[in-house]
């Protein structure tokens, strides 16, 4: 079992847990709603183990356990910086990128607010262009702003035997999700108010406008990129990887067989061969 360093860092955003891992060049990888970094613990050590210095961020995306500053400023981009935050605070000038999920948003944001800071980037079965949140998550948006929906949705979630139903925590993950992941993860939306008043807050706020520009300002981005997609994700449009892999001036198309969305869980040996042929890429002329 990987043994991590946890950190405990005051950010703009809150008091957020970071864990990190190895030593050498740094990868900071994301994730999306209602998860924390935790669902990268099967593809983090074996990277690190590599050559790299994996930084897993937990944040306020609904599994976080510390409520943020200011709710009113829990926007995307705002979470977003939190990227560079985690970087500044632990001492890290350039890093590479994995951004998955809803945290695949947010690394397109980051990156194209700030190209000189990502030193490569890898996009994983994510939120992109029009998806932000994707059709299957939409649902989601509309209970936040009816609060007994999203007491419903909340608990449904962290029920484990719901993820063998064909409902969307079903579609996640090919072979299942730990038990206990899926109840820690919905454990603080559901039983901590102020906590799940930040997940509705940052739901509520989900725009494709901000996607679309992302995207927009990426057909300039100079360094080497990846777009790594479960091939059989029910969530994230298998067009929106080719669409992203054709819109990065200097990317590659990978995918990703006997998995889900969580790729990581489904299929860590595949996702972290892909991870380290991104981490080679050359550097374009």
């Not at 030593?23 to 990268?40: C, E, K, N, S, Y």
């Not at 029009?130 to 948006?141: G, K, S, T």
């Not at 702003?145 to 996640?172: K, T």
């Not at 998995?259 to 890429?281: C, G, H, I, K, Q």
Request: glycine fraction near 6%; hydrophobic fraction near 45%; charge should be negative.
């Amino acid at each position: 079992m990987t043994e991590f360093d946890t950190h405990w860092l005051d950010l703009p955003v809150g008091r957020t847990r970071v864990r990190t891992v190895g030593d050498g060049p740094a990868i900071l990888f994301t994730h999306g709603l209602l998860v924390d970094g935790r669902i990268w613990d099967r593809v983090a050590g074996p990277v690190a183990e590599r050559g790299y210095r994996v930084l897993l961020p937990d944040l306020p995306l609904g599994a976080h356990t510390e409520p943020v500053h200011d709710r009113d400023a829990l926007t995307t981009m705002a979470v977003a910086d939190t990227l560079f935050d985690v970087a500044d605070a632990l001492g890290v000038d350039r890093f590479a990128v994995l951004g998955f999920d809803t945290g695949g948003a947010l690394s397109q944001v980051a990156t194209a607010r700030r190209p000189e800071r990502v030193d490569r980037l890898a996009l994983m079965s994510c939120d992109a262009f029009e998806h932000f949140p994707p059709p299957l998550v939409r649902p989601f948006q509309w209970a936040a702003y009816w609060p007994p929906a999203m007491s419903l949705v909340l608990a449904s979630l962290g029920n484990p035997r719901l993820q063998h139903w064909p409902l969307p925590i079903g579609l996640l993950a090919k072979h299942g999700i730990p038990d206990e992941l899926v109840r820690s993860w919905a454990g603080p939306c559901a039983t901590d108010p102020a906590i799940r008043a930040d997940c509705v807050a940052f739901i509520r706020q989900m725009r494709a406008v901000d996607t679309l520009a992302a995207a927009e300002a990426l057909r300039t981005y100079p360094g080497p990129s990846m777009v790594l997609w479960s091939r059989r994700d029910q969530f994230f449009p298998r067009k929106d990887a080719v669409r992203l892999a054709g819109l990065l001036p200097h990317c590659e198309l990978r995918w990703i067989d006997d998995a889900y969305t969580f790729a990581s869980l489904d299929n860590p040996t595949r996702t972290v061969e892909l991870v380290s042929e991104f981490l080679a890429l050359p550097r374009p002329a």
